[in-house]
């Protein structure tokens, strides 16, 4: 059975874990996994070159035997010359130190070989686990800049939700400012301006195509009749009066003919009387008489 204890611990552990996740600054917890990110890279990057340096160590102490090799079969070589010349000579003494120098050198060659072979198995390793380690650093550069150009993502997009959170923050206290009731509103006048301003639209509306607009029609129409009804009225009188100048423009002309005839009628006639009853007694009477005639001719 686990230790009750234990059990609590954890979940309170666990629990004020989350609370801190809940409650952190998101830019702060960016730069840790930056941060972490950063030094994963490094550890792999350390580790990396302590296994190509290990390489490079290797390579180091394979020419060194090889130098060494070289030298002691140089040795080697020299000292059996000198062993064969010796001998040649007939210093079997001397030959002989030369033979077994020879062989001394000869012992450290195999062993000089030996531990050649050795180096060139251990580098063969270090020289895969060198390519492997520089394959996995160049990886992890790789992840690194990823994980960055993430991480520069992110910090843009947090300051952005800040950003907006202090925009509805702010939005949510401007709603809770209230404004003084004995003030009114723009909202409370335009509404009392429109409701008029509908009214008076709707009175002409109702005006136009109501009741009063027939009345109006109506008015208007009799207006009309009585306006045709007048001009034609003065039209018959001016026609009339026309009528009576003409009548009497030619009822005056006729009896200033008939008095023209009868002035006439009766001149000839007393002319006509005088000759009858007077009888000139030279030509004077009867040319006066003539004058007379002549100053007293019709008027047309």
Known sequence: MA?????????????????????????????????????????ITRQAAEIIGSKKQLELKINRQREKLAELKQKTQTALQMADKAAAEGDTAKAQQFNTTAETLAAQLVAVEQELADLSTQYGA????????????????????????????????????????????????????????????????????????????????????????????????????????????IRAAMASENAGQLTAGAEAGSSSDVNADADTDSTLGNASGAEANTEPTDGEPAEESLDRFDGESPQA
């Open 3 to 43: 230790n009750p204890f234990s059990k609590g611990w954890k979940y309170l552990m666990q629990s004020f874990d989350s609370k801190i996740d809940e409650n952190a600054d998101p830019k702060i917890q960016i730069e840790q996994a930056a941060a972490a990110a950063k030094e994963q890279h490094n550890a």
């Open 126 to 233: 270090a020289e895969q686990a060198a390519a492997q380690a520089e394959q996995q650093q160049k990886q992890s550069e790789a992840r690194l800049q990823e994980q960055l150009n993430e991480v520069n993502r992110l910090r843009s997009q947090a300051d952005q939700a800040k950003m907006q959170e202090q925009t509805a923050q702010t939005m949510d206290t401007i709603g809770q400012f209230k404004t003084d009731d004995s003030v009114p509103t723009l909202d409370g006048v335009r509404e009392k301006i429109e409701r008029r301003y509908a009214t008076a639209l709707g009175q002409q509306e109702l005006s136009e195509s109501g009741v009063n607009g027939v009345m109006a029609e109506i008015e208007t129409g009799q207006t009309d009749v009585a306006t045709s009804s007048k001009l034609a009225e």
